[in-house]
């Protein structure tokens, strides 16, 4: 567990809910995507070659550990290729065009992972699936709303240039002052994302009905969490963050106790799942 309180600080606090078998899974799943993402992050070479190495082990040797635990789980190796794809994309200069590809991008890196998770905690309604990879995107989205300076320094700009007309590279990692309509682009595209972010929160939380009831309260925290962050960026106002936003401890605690007042009521919400993005080829395996 101490990559995950280290590195994953929103789904640590909220794993305190679960059942400790489902935490120990939960763990080990959360450390192999883990290791994937620090090697796609923060190796300044490309690692594109490495990466598709090693899921062509994963897939052909029946002894790698990883295969043991993705077979143990049920949880179909090509979904964790989509992963590894979308990690491999990152490898280049990345500019996102549209929408579109910004959902397909964050399915791979996060909507997987949605699924993978809804395996360990024992999700078995096929219902349930378009709600883990909603909830995985949305959550994505908010990483990207967070790390829209940083992510530029490594050449990575997320938010679809359809959104963000006329900004370049140089203006997003600060190597140019702003002027204040730039600012003003760059904020709106920002929100735009939370806005979007929040349509796929919603439909996360309509798939809460189909997990088990013990695992259920976890995964509702660790979303508000995760929500709480966009929330608090959207709370700024528009002015371009250089500076990376966390929630504090005491913030965390309000999410809390927030969400254990919610959870009473969810049953009587009457949640439902809108259709937002294109059905994915691998989300229903």
């Given at each position: 567990?101490?990559?995950?309180?280290?590195?994953?600080k929103s789904f640590y606090w909220a794993s305190?809910?679960?059942?400790?078998?489902?935490?120990?899974?939960?763990?080990?799943?959360?450390?192999?995507?883990?290791?994937?993402?620090?090697?796609?992050?923060k190796n300044q070479d490309d690692s594109s070659?490495?990466?598709?190495?090693?899921?062509?082990?994963?897939?052909?040797?029946?002894?790698?550990?990883?295969?043991?635990?993705?077979?143990?789980?049920?949880?179909?190796?090509?979904?964790?290729?989509?992963?590894?794809?979308?990690?491999?994309?990152?490898?280049?200069?990345?500019?996102?065009?549209?929408?579109?590809?910004?959902?397909?991008?964050?399915?791979?890196?996060?909507?997987?992972?949605?699924?993978?998770?809804?395996?360990?905690?024992?999700?078995?309604?096929?219902?349930?699936?378009?709600?883990?990879?909603?909830?995985?995107?949305?959550?994505?989205?908010?990483?990207?709303?967070?790390?829209?300076?940083?992510?530029?320094?490594?050449?990575?700009?997320?938010?679809?240039?359809?959104?963000?007309?006329?900004?370049?590279?140089?203006?997003?990692?600060?190597?140019?002052?702003?002027?204040?309509?730039?600012?003003?682009?760059?904020?709106?595209?920002?929100?735009?994302?939370?806005?979007?972010?929040?349509?796929?929160?919603?439909?996360?939380?309509?798939?809460?009905?189909?997990?088990?009831?013990?695992?259920?309260?976890?995964?509702?925290?660790?979303?508000?969490?995760?929500?709480?962050?966009?929330?608090?960026?959207?709370?700024?106002?528009?002015?371009?963050?250089?500076?990376?936003?966390?929630?504090?401890?005491?913030?965390?605690?309000?999410?809390?106790?927030?969400?254990?007042?919610?959870?009473?009521?969810?049953?009587?919400?009457?949640?439902?799942?809108?259709?937002?993005?294109?059905?994915?080829?691998?989300?229903?395996?």
């Open positions: 567990m101490d990559n995950l309180r280290k590195e994953g305190f809910f679960l059942p400790n078998a489902t935490k120990k899974n939960a763990a080990i799943l959360y450390s192999i995507c883990r290791y994937f993402d620090d090697i796609a992050d070659s490495f990466l598709k190495k090693s899921i062509e082990n994963i897939k052909y040797d029946s002894k790698n550990t990883i295969n043991i635990f993705l077979k143990k789980h049920e949880i179909n190796i090509l979904i964790f290729q989509d992963l590894i794809d979308g990690l491999i994309k990152d490898q280049k200069k990345v500019k996102l065009q549209n929408k579109q590809e910004l959902i397909k991008y964050s399915y791979q890196v996060a909507g997987t992972v949605g699924l993978m998770m809804s395996k360990i905690i024992c999700v078995n309604n096929k219902n349930a699936n378009s709600s883990a990879v909603d909830l995985g995107i949305a959550m994505q989205l908010t990483n990207i709303a967070r790390d829209v300076y940083e992510d530029a320094k490594m050449n990575r700009i997320y938010l679809p240039r359809e959104w963000i007309p006329n900004i370049t590279l140089s203006m997003l990692n600060g190597k140019d002052r702003l002027e204040k309509k730039y600012e003003d682009i760059i904020c709106r595209g920002i929100h735009r994302l939370i806005e979007l972010s929040d349509k796929f929160y919603l439909n996360g939380y309509a798939g809460l009905k189909y997990i088990p009831f013990r695992t259920r309260l976890a995964i509702f925290i660790a979303a508000n969490i995760y929500r709480g962050i966009s929330i608090k960026i959207k709370n700024k106002g528009n002015k371009y963050l250089q500076d990376r936003i966390y929630l504090n401890t005491s913030e965390k605690i309000l999410i809390t106790l927030k969400s254990l007042f919610i959870f009473i009521f969810l049953p009587f919400l009457n949640l439902k799942y809108i259709r937002i993005r294109e059905t994915l080829k691998n989300e229903n395996l």
